[in-house]
């Protein structure tokens, strides 16, 4: 639902159970109540399709048969405990806010953490709009306070019924490309050299001698499943590339095949017979997919500046299935 601030506050008042994206400034008119929120300005809606609206803010309604719930706020030391801390059958609903320490912390450790791949975890990094990447910071909200937190995560636990059996899926639209395998020294959201063919090279410039396409990830395999890096900047006069994920040591990375056509890929790729709870998209897929205006329900949600499958992912659309229902 794209509603107003008023009229989010008066599904604020009902006591519901909701998780929440806007602009900041749309963020902070709303009263305390039940409820997570992050910023963001962009969104996938059932009836508009995507679209950016500084003024109105995306609502989530948790409408299944839920048998508890509650809300926490994590410290960056503290999020470890995501996962062990979720009920035994259910989902945990993150967001954390972008370029924070705890975001940095979530990326290289998340797939470390206690029962991170047993329990469902879905959620987003939140964002600015783009004209304000260099004069806003990302933040997410406690809703409970209405408080504004610049770093950590809120935390939304969901316990269902056990004929409810909830499941994460992604959509990945991309493929390994046939070029060589690409690995890297250290884990971390930039890198100056990679090991390509046994060689240690400058990957700026190699970047740029194989005129490879910025708009198109790293693509890797993580014990069975597809997983992007997309590329944030290629700085060839600094020596470095900036990554919107961090890449690891003793992975083997591709530059992600080409496509023809990025929207019509998109359009194919969803699946056509889900039924998504919760969803979000990656702002990637939304600029380079020219999803402005158009639609993509019923997978619709904040538009995001990274998404969580149980661990940060890139160019993903993200979504929450109950199987059984």
């Not at 910071?137 to 937190?149: E, H, I, Q, W, Y």
């Not at 990554?243 to 003793?250: K, S």
Request: proline share 6%.
């Amino acid at each position: 639902m794209l509603l107003t601030v008023q009229e989010a506050n008066e599904l604020i008042r009902r006591g519901t159970c909701l998780t929440i994206a806007g602009s900041r400034e749309a963020l902070a008119q709303l009263q305390p109540g039940n409820w997570i929120g992050g910023s963001i300005p962009y969104f996938m809606t059932a009836t508009t399709g995507g679209l950016c609206d500084r003024a109105r803010v995306y609502i989530d309604e948790i409408r299944l048969p839920v048998t508890r719930w509650r809300i926490q706020t994590y410290t960056v030391a503290a999020l470890g405990t995501v996962a062990t801390d979720a009920y035994a059958n259910g989902f945990s609903y993150i967001i954390i806010p972008a370029n924070s320490k705890s975001h940095l912390e979530y990326a290289l450790h998340a797939p470390e953490y206690p029962e991170i791949f047993l329990k469902p975890v879905i959620g987003w990094i939140a964002g600015v709009h783009l004209d304000d990447l260099a004069k806003a910071a990302p933040v997410v909200f406690d809703g409970r306070s209405a408080t504004c937190l610049g770093e950590g995560a809120v935390v939304l636990h969901v316990e269902l019924p056990g004929e409810c059996q909830p499941m994460v899926h992604t959509v990945n639209l991309f493929r390994p490309g046939t070029g060589p395998a690409i690995q890297f020294a250290r884990p971390g959201f930039e890198a100056r050299q990679a090991i390509i063919d046994g060689q240690t090279v400058d990957f700026a410039a190699y970047l740029r001698k194989t005129t490879a396409d910025a708009s198109l990830p790293l693509v890797a395999d993580y014990a069975g499943t597809g997983i992007n890096v997309s590329i944030k900047a290629i700085d060839e006069a600094a020596g470095k590339v900036s990554f919107y994920a961090p890449v690891f040591p003793g992975v083997d990375y591709h530059l992600a095949a080409p496509m023809a056509d990025y929207a019509a890929t998109f359009a194919r790729e969803v699946p056509k017979n889900a039924h998504p709870l919760l969803s979000c998209n990656c702002i990637l897929n939304y600029l380079f997919g020219e999803l402005e205006g158009k639609q993509t329900a019923p997978f619709v949600g904040p538009i995001t500046f990274g998404e969580i499958a149980h661990q940060l992912v890139n160019q993903t659309l993200v979504y929450l299935a109950c199987e059984n229902l």
